[in-house]
C-alpha cells in the first residue's frame, strides 16, 4: 500500500512539539540546578557534611557544584557567593595544607580565569607548588591520602585525590604554560590506573596500602569509580600527550562499558558496584552518568553508552526533594574493612552529593 504523504503542517507541527517538549525539560532542569544550589547557598548548616564553611574537601566539591550552577544558569548571586566565601577563606588553604583539603582549589582556579584576580593567582600557584613539591607520596610515588581530621593513612593511595587535587592540577599547568603541574597530574593518573584499576572487572578499587601491597578490603566502590571516571576525562581534556595516555584511554572506554553491565533496572549504580545487597547510591550514579556524557562528548567513551547516562539523568529529579536537598548519598567513607561496613554507612545529606548532581544535571541542560 502506498505511504499516506504527510504535510508540511503536520512535519511543523511534529517539530514543535518536540522543540517545545526539550525546552520544558531544559527549564525544569535548569530549576533543578537553581534549587540545589539554593539549598547549598542559603542554608547554614553546622553539620560536616552540609557545613560549606571550611576549606577542606568536602566544601570544595560543593563550591565547585556552585560555579557549575553559575555557568548553566547566570545568577549572579552564586557567583557572589563563591566570591565571598574565597573572601573569607582563601587564607585558610596555608593552615592546613593536605591532599584532600585542596579541592577548593578547582572553584578558586575557576574564580581566577574569571576575575584574573592576583589573589586568586597566588594561592593557585603557593597551593600548586605545595602539591608538588611538600606533598607526602606513598612508596609507589602517589599522592598520599592525607586528610584534615585526626587520621592516619600511610602509603595509601585513594580514589578521591584525582578529583581533589589532579583536576586543579591539570587545569593550573594548562592555564600557567607550566608542565611541570600537567606532567604530575598525568603521573598521578597512570599511577591510580596502575594500583587502583582491577583487570578482571574493569572497575576501580577504593584504594591501594602500599605497605601490605594488598587493596585493602577489594571493594569497588561505587563513588570511588565516579571520581575517577570524571576526573579522568578532566585531565585528559588539560594535560595533552603522555607516555601511557592510549593506555588510559583504552581503560577508560572498558570501565565506563564496565559500569553500564553493572547498572541496576532502575538507572541507578549500588553503593558497591557488584553487590546487589548494598543500596542505591545517588552520589556515585551522578558522577558515573556525568563522567560518561562527558567523556562522550570529548570522543574518549563510546557514543552507543550514552543510554546508560541518560537513564541516570532522568531519575535523578526524583531524589530532590522540596527543600533542594539530594537524597540517597551516603556520608563519608574511608575504605573500610568489609563489604557490610561499607553497606552499613549512613545516608545523609552532603555537599558533595548536591555538587555531583549538579554537574551531572549541568551536562545534559547543555545539550
Known amino acids: 500500500?502506498?505511504?499516506?504523504?504527510?504535510?508540511?503542517?503536520?512535519?511543523?507541527?511534529?517539530?514543535?512539539?518536540?522543540?517545545?517538549?526539550?525546552?520544558?525539560?531544559?527549564?525544569?532542569?535548569?530549576?533543578?540546578?537553581?534549587?540545589?544550589?539554593?539549598?547549598?547557598?542559603?542554608?547554614?548548616?553546622k553539620e560536616w557534611a552540609m557545613n560549606i564553611h571550611s576549606f577542606d574537601w568536602v566544601p570544595g566539591v560543593g563550591l565547585y557544584g556552585i560555579w557549575k550552577a553559575w555557568e548553566v544558569t547566570g545568577?549572579?548571586?552564586?557567583?557572589?557567593?563563591?566570591?565571598?566565601?574565597?573572601?573569607?577563606?582563601?587564607?585558610?588553604?596555608?593552615?592546613?595544607?593536605?591532599?584532600?583539603s585542596t579541592a577548593p582549589m578547582i572553584a578558586i582556579l575557576e574564580l581566577y580565569k574569571k576575575s584574573g584576580k592576583e589573589a586568586y593567582r597566588k594561592?593557585?600557584?603557593?597551593?600548586?607548588?605545595?602539591?608538588?613539591?611538600?606533598?607526602?607520596l606513598t612508596i609507589d610515588g602517589g599522592l598520599e591520602h592525607t586528610v584534615t581530621e585526626n587520621a592516619s593513612f600511610d602509603n595509601q593511595?585513594?580514589?578521591?585525590?584525582?578529583?581533589?587535587?589532579c583536576i586543579f592540577m591539570a587545569r593550573f599547568g594548562r592555564l600557567t604554560g607550566n608542565r611541570s603541574y600537567t606532567e604530575f597530574a598525568s603521573d598521578q593518573l597512570v599511577l591510580h590506573y596502575r594500583y587502583l584499576w582491577d583487570?578482571?572487572?574493569?572497575?576501580?578499587?577504593?584504594?591501594?596500602?602500599?605497605?601490605?601491597?594488598?587493596?585493602?578490603?577489594?571493594?569497588?566502590?561505587?563513588?570511588?569509580?565516579?571520581?575517577?571516571i570524571y576526573s579522568t576525562v578532566e585531565i585528559l581534556n588539560e594535560v595533552g600527550e603522555f607516555e601511557e595516555r592510549d593506555d588510559v584511554i583504552r581503560k577508560l572506554q572498558r570501565h565506563a562499558s564496565s559500569l553500564t553491565r553493572l547498572q541496576r533496572d532502575n538507572g541507578l549504580f549500588g553503593s558497591i558496584l557488584d553487590d546487589p545487597t548494598s543500596y542505591d547510591e545517588l552520589s556515585a550514579s551522578a558522577g558515573i552518568a556525568c563522567g560518561i556524557k562527558r567523556g562522550i562528548r570529548f570522543g574518549y567513551v563510546d557514543g552507543s553508552l550514552e543510554n546508560a547516562a541518560r537513564r541516570v539523568y532522568k531519575v535523578l529529579p526524583q531524589y530532590v526533594d522540596e527543600t533542594g536537598t539530594v537524597q540517597g548519598v551516603s556520608g563519608g567513607t574511608p575504605i573500610m574493612k568489609t563489604a557490610k561496613e561499607y553497606r552499613d554507612i549512613p545516608v545523609i545529606p552532603t555537599l558533595y552529593g548536591q555538587a555531583l548532581t549538579c554537574l551531572a544535571l549541568s551536562e545534559f541542560e547543555q545539550e
Request: glycine share 4%.
Open 75 to 100: 545568577k549572579d548571586e552564586y557567583l557572589d557567593f563563591l566570591t565571598d566565601w574565597a573572601g573569607k577563606h582563601l587564607e585558610d588553604a596555608y593552615r592546613q595544607k593536605t591532599v584532600n
Open 123 to 136: 594561592v593557585c600557584q603557593d597551593m600548586a607548588e605545595y602539591v608538588l613539591k611538600e606533598a607526602p
Open 157 to 165: 593511595m585513594w580514589a578521591d585525590t584525582l578529583f581533589m587535587v
Open 199 to 228: 583487570e578482571e572487572t574493569g572497575l576501580f578499587y577504593h584504594g591501594w596500602d602500599g605497605t601490605s601491597r594488598t587493596h585493602l578490603s577489594s571493594i569497588h566502590w561505587g563513588r570511588a569509580n565516579a571520581w575517577i
Open 1 to 45: 500500500m502506498p505511504h499516506e504523504a504527510v504535510s508540511d503542517t503536520d512535519l511543523q507541527n511534529k517539530f514543535r512539539k518536540i522543540i517545545n517538549k526539550k525546552l520544558y525539560w531544559k527549564e525544569h532542569i535548569l530549576q533543578l540546578i537553581e534549587k540545589i544550589t539554593d539549598r547549598v547557598v542559603h542554608g547554614s548548616d
